[in-house]
């Protein structure tokens, strides 16, 4: 699956010192474009911090991704 990231939104707090949450946008699709898949993936200060370059935020969006495929919702 090829990923993309599409933009990197940051929300503040109200100081606008400190980044309280990410949104990573992207889209993906597979080899011969018959799955297309999009949206963003929010993730935390923490969990931004050290994986600020594309290559490794593709890598946190490939595995939430398929977290989310994964999912049966039976813990809904």
Do not use: C
Not at 17 to 33: A, L, M, P, Y
């Amino acid at each position: 699956m090829n990923i993309t990231i599409t933009s990197v939104s940051m929300n503040y707090d109200v100081d606008g010192q400190e980044i309280e949450s990410v949104k990573v946008h992207f889209q993906g699709r597979d080899e011969d474009r018959t799955i297309n898949v999009n949206g963003y993936i929010p993730l935390t200060t923490e969990q931004y911090a050290g994986n600020e370059a594309p290559s490794a935020l593709e890598v946190l969006v490939r595995q939430k991704v398929a977290t989310k495929i994964m999912d049966d919702g039976s813990a809904a």
